[in-house]
């Protein structure tokens, strides 16, 4: 037998990969070894858990498993087709109409991930001779969107409404159509976008106005209806995009909106057009927990993460750590340098405290830091723990 020529096109990986590790840009995970819990186990090591988007504790509820467990029972592991074509089950029908209630809309559309629901979306709503208005810090399955529109990306500074007033006045006649797109929770800050006052220049500048509840699903409004009911903006916002992947404990993100745009977006969103549909087991876990917020016990979830939200940052403000603007569950803690975030988050690990290092450049170089998510499932003891490690630590590297 032949004795295979080896053909290395990829030789030039090795040189990229050790480009990427001398920037300190290597993602090297820790690993969960068992459920996504406050006090979990990474790395063979028992830490209270700041990382995780488990807002409410949902992904372990009873009553998710169950619905789980059921629905594979019933429909089998996979839905074996795109959307399109076979893999629209009764199950999905039934968790877009649940949802529609929920949030008051008119309809939902179902994607498969949150980053699919926002690529395909923003894709399918404007292109060639369009604008968006993007919010500078929006998250990158935005980015990613605006970029295959093929449309204008006109970027404002964060939460500057004056800023982009202005860019509007400039720009605004010079395209057909015109998308405001935003991050109602920001992931890497916490703090909230100023809704309100996006939705007064979408009015007066005509332009589709999208939103990105993806840390606001489940935690922001009533029993986590998210940001436009936060802000009292029901008919406001053309295009509520939201997730079922982190506070909702299952996967997935959805659109909300008026009937038109999820007809429209049936026929254009290319990931949900080209990509198989949600497993059965995931989709009735989302519903379940739809079914849990849409509850009294989903109003009690959304009281502790807050309370919980609250302590913790008042604590950390209290022993002196920098904060920033955060508003919501998602408090970092800004430390100035990536080698500081990195030491800090290294030795809160060996604390037993595991929050994610934030460093350029998915923030500024000066403004690295370390990323805490606290949940409604933290007890006080877990958030006392914690924030004793970050006093010792923070004394420690000279930050207290
Ligand atoms: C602001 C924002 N939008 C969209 C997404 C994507 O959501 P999903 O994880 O459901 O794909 C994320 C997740 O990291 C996010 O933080």
Not at 327 to 338: A, F, L, Q
Request: proline letters at 3%; charged letters at 25%.
């Amino acid at each position: 037998m032949a004795t295979p020529i080896r053909l290395d096109r990829l030789g030039f990986l090795d040189q990229e990969l050790k480009n990427l590790e001398e920037q300190g840009f290597v993602w090297r995970p820790r690993i969960l070894e068992g459920e996504q819990r406050a006090r979990a186990r990474f790395d063979g090591r028992e830490v209270v858990n700041l990382s995780s988007n488990n807002y409410l504790g949902l992904t372990n509820h009873p009553k998710l498993r169950e619905a789980a467990k059921r629905a594979i029972d019933r429909y089998g592991a996979g839905a074996g087709a795109v959307r399109p074509i076979a893999g629209t089950m009764t199950l999905h029908k039934e968790l877009e109409a649940k949802l529609a209630r929920f949030k008051g809309v008119e309809a939902t559309l179902v994607f498969q991930s949150g980053f699919a629901a926002n690529l395909g979306t923003i894709q399918a709503l404007v292109g060639k001779g369009d604008a968006i208005y993007s919010e500078e810090l929006n998250h990158g399955s935005i980015i990613d969107g605006c970029r295959l529109s093929g449309a204008e990306i006109l970027k404002w500074p964060h939460r500057n409404v004056e800023a982009l007033r202005q860019l509007c006045q400039e720009s605004r006649h010079k395209y057909r159509r015109a998308l405001l797109v935003t991050d109602a929770v920001f992931s890497m800050d916490g703090d909230i976008a100023p809704l309100k006052e996006l939705a007064d220049i979408a009015d007066e500048f005509e332009l589709i106005f999208m939103v990105d509840d993806a840390h606001a699903s489940g935690v922001l409004g009533r029993a986590g209806r998210g940001s436009v009911d936060h802000f009292g903006l029901h008919g406001r916002v053309d295009v509520q995009m939201g997730t079922l992947s982190k506070a909702l404990g299952a996967m997935g993100g959805y659109i909300a909106g008026s009937k038109h745009l999820i007809e429209f977006l049936i026929q254009k969103a290319r990931p949900w057009l080209l990509s198989t549909a949600h497993p059965p087991a995931v989709v009735a876990a989302a519903m379940a927990a739809v079914e849990i917020l849409d509850s009294p016990e989903g109003e009690e979830l959304v009281q502790r993460l807050w309370e919980n939200a609250r302590y913790f940052k008042h604590e950390l403000n209290r022993l002196g750590f920098n904060t920033g603007a955060s508003e919501t569950p998602i408090t970092p803690v800004i430390v100035g340098s990536s080698h500081t975030a990195r030491q800090l988050a290294k030795r809160l690990f060996e604390e037993g405290v595991f929050a994610q290092e934030i460093v350029f450049p998915m923030v500024a170089r000066d403004k690295a830091r370390v990323r805490t998510i606290v949940t409604a499932m933290h007890t006080k003891e877990d958030l006392d723990f914690a924030l004793s490690a970050f006093q010792k630590v923070g004394k420690e590297l000279g930050l207290v």
